[in-house]
């Protein structure tokens, strides 16, 4: 797979739309705006693990593959309160052994942040406990239930069958 050119510039308009990743609360919306600028400029493949240090053939595309695989870090850990940046671990390691930082900087906040596995369903669960009806409003906040309990099983959480009385 090609690179990137390595004279990307990200337009600091379009990263300013991109709001600080603060925790589970702002996760979703953080989440689809990176996603979609690293995708704009055609970055997303060192994210995803498409692109790897290993598949490049020569010393001159690694040595691009490494830049921009830091670019494209940088600009990920911009986008995250420096609160939840203390807490995480992404220094630069060999490639070889490591293939991408900001895959896995990207995996640490979805297993954190992301409605999958243990903490996610956790979250959801805890978000859908505090929930509170609002008498004028009731339908929608009956609604909202339903989707917190929808991202639920979306997220493998298996709610009990109601018994029969």
């Not at 991408?100 to 409605?115: M, R, V």
């Not at 979250?123 to 989707?147: C, G, K, M, W």
Request: glycine residues 6%; contains cysteine.
């Amino acid at each position: 797979m090609a690179l990137p050119t390595s004279k990307v510039k990200f337009d600091t308009n379009l990263i300013g739309r991109i709001p600080i990743l603060t925790g589970q609360d702002n996760y979703d919306v953080w989440h689809l705006c990176i996603q979609t600028t690293l995708s704009a400029y055609s970055m997303w493949k060192f994210v995803d693990g498409t692109l790897t240090y290993t598949a490049q053939a020569d010393a001159a595309n690694r040595l691009k593959w490494k830049l921009l695989e830091k670019r494209v870090l940088g600009l990920m850990a911009s986008t995250i309160s420096d609160s939840l940046l203390t807490h995480m671990n992404y220094e630069w390691t060999d490639p070889v052994i490591c293939p991408s930082i900001s895959k896995a900087l990207w995996d640490i906040l979805k297993g954190l942040f992301g409605t999958v596995g243990i903490p996610g369903q956790f979250n959801l669960f805890y978000q859908a406990l505090h929930l509170r009806i609002d008498p004028e409003n009731t339908n929608s906040s009956i609604n909202e239930y339903h989707v917190h309990f929808q991202k639920l099983v979306e997220a493998g959480y298996n709610l009990p069958e109601p018994s029969a009385p």
